[in-house]
C-alpha cells in the first residue's frame, strides 16, 4: 500500500507496509557506478531518495535526480507482469527502473522517450528479496505519468490527476474518479428536491461521499479531493504533508491476513527546484530536510543518511 501525490512542484508519497526494511535517505553521485544486470548508464545524474541498501546496493523505493525529475514504485499486486529479457529492447529489472530513469533521463519527455525501448523483466534481486510486483509515477515540473506492465500491455498513461495508489489499473481509478466529481467544499445546494426546505445542519456537507477507508480506490479520491481543496499557506511544505496526512495509514487500522498491522512507515517530499528531500516517519513527526547540493555530487561513493 501507498500512496504518491504530485502537486506545486512538490512530488512525494506514503509508505505503508507492515515493517521497516531499515530505509535510509541516500545519495548516489555522479561517479557512482549502478551494476545493472544487463545494461550500462548512458548519463550520470546525481539521486537522491529513501532505499534500502542490500549488499551494498541502493534499492529505491522513490528518489529525485539532480534536475527535479522524479520518481516512485507503488505496490501492484495481481497486475504487475514483467517479461523475460527481450532482444532489441532496453533491459531493465524492476527494482532497477528508478535509477535507471533518473540517471538517464532529466524530464518527463525524455523518461517517456527511453521508457518505449525498456522491457522491464522478472530478475529478482536474491533469492530472498524477489521481484515485487509494481507499478511507477513519475513527475517534473511539467506533470506526471503513470508506467504499468500487465499481462495485457506496456502502458505510459497521462497522470493529470496527479495522484497515484495501488491497484487496480489506473484505467480503473480514472473511470472511477467520475463517481466523485460533485464532491465540493462549500455549502451543497439542494438539488434533489428543491421545492422542500432541507437544512445544511453541518459544515462539510459538501464533500459527503467522500470516501474515508484505506483501500487503493478510496486513497485515491480522498488523496485527489485533499490535493485539489487545501488553501495554499505560507509554506508549501508544510501544505504538502498535510495533505499526505489525509491518506497516512495510523497503525492498526488495518492488519494483514498474517495478522501483522500496516502502518505509514515514511512519508516524502521532493522539491523539484530545490532538490530538497523532506520526510517524516511514524515515530516521529517533525519534518526532517537533506539537502541533494549539500553534498559533494562529484564523488563515487554513496552516501547513507540514516532516518
Known amino acids: 500500500m501507498c500512496t504518491a501525490i504530485f502537486d506545486d512542484g512538490l512530488f512525494g508519497r506514503t509508505l505503508d507496509l507492515e515493517c521497516s526494511y531499515g530505509e535510509s535517505v541516500v545519495i548516489t553521485p555522479r561517479g557512482y557506478r549502478f551494476n545493472y544486470i544487463y545494461e550500462k548508464d548512458i548519463r550520470d545524474n546525481a539521486i537522491i531518495g529513501i532505499a534500502h541498501i542490500e549488499n551494498g546496493v541502493p534499492l529505491y523505493y522513490d528518489a529525485m535526480n539532480e534536475n527535479g525529475l522524479c520518481m516512485a514504485g507503488l505496490n501492484f499486486p495481481k497486475y504487475a507482469i514483467y517479461q523475460p529479457r527481450t532482444e532489441g529492447k532496453i533491459n531493465i529489472a524492476s527494482f532497477e527502473l528508478i535509477p535507471y530513469i533518473l540517471r538517464n533521463s532529466d524530464s518527463v519527455a ?5 521508457l518505449k525501448d525498456i522491457n522491464i523483466t522478472s530478475d529478482s534481486f536474491s533469492y530472498e528479496l524477489q521481484a515485487t510486483p509494481l ?3 513519475l513527475a517534473d515540473k511539467g506533470g506526471a505519468i503513470v508506467v504499468e506492465a500487465t499481462a495485457d500491455f506496456f502502458k505510459i498513461h497521462k497522470n493529470d490527476f496527479g495522484v497515484m495508489t495501488n491497484s487496480p489499473d489506473f484505467n480503473y481509478h480514472r473511470i472511477n474518479a467520475s463517481n466523485y466529481m460533485g464532491l465540493n467544499s462549500k455549502t451543497p445546494t439542494n438539488t434533489l428536491c ?21 483501500s487503493s480506490a478510496s486513497r485515491f479520491i480522498r488523496a485527489i479531493y485533499t490535493k485539489s481543496h487545501t488553501c495554499v499557506d505560507k509554506s508549501r511544505i508544510n501544505r504538502y504533508f498535510h495533505i499526505m496526512d489525509s491518506v497516512s495509514v495510523p497503525m492498526g487500522c488495518i492488519i494483514t491476513d ?10 516524502s517530499c521532493m522539491d523539484m527546484s530545490s532538490c530538497d528531500f523532506y520526510y517524516t516517519t511514524y515515530e516521529n513527526r517533525s519534518i526532517k530536510k537533506v539537502g541533494l547540493y549539500d553534498f559533494e555530487l562529484d564523488g563515487d561513493e554513496m552516501i547513507e543518511v540514516e532516518i
Not at 428543491?194 to 484505506?214: H, K
Request: glycine share 12%; charged share 20%; no cysteine.
Open 110 to 114: 525524455e523518461a517517456i522517450k527511453l
Open 135 to 137: 507499478h511507477w509515477m
Open 194 to 214: 428543491p421545492n422542500v426546505d432541507l437544512e445544511n445542519y453541518s459544515r462539510g456537507l459538501g464533500a459527503f461521499g467522500l470516501p474515508g477507508d484505506f
Open 258 to 267: 498474517t495478522g501483522k498491522a500496516v502502518y505509514t512507515i515514511y512519508t
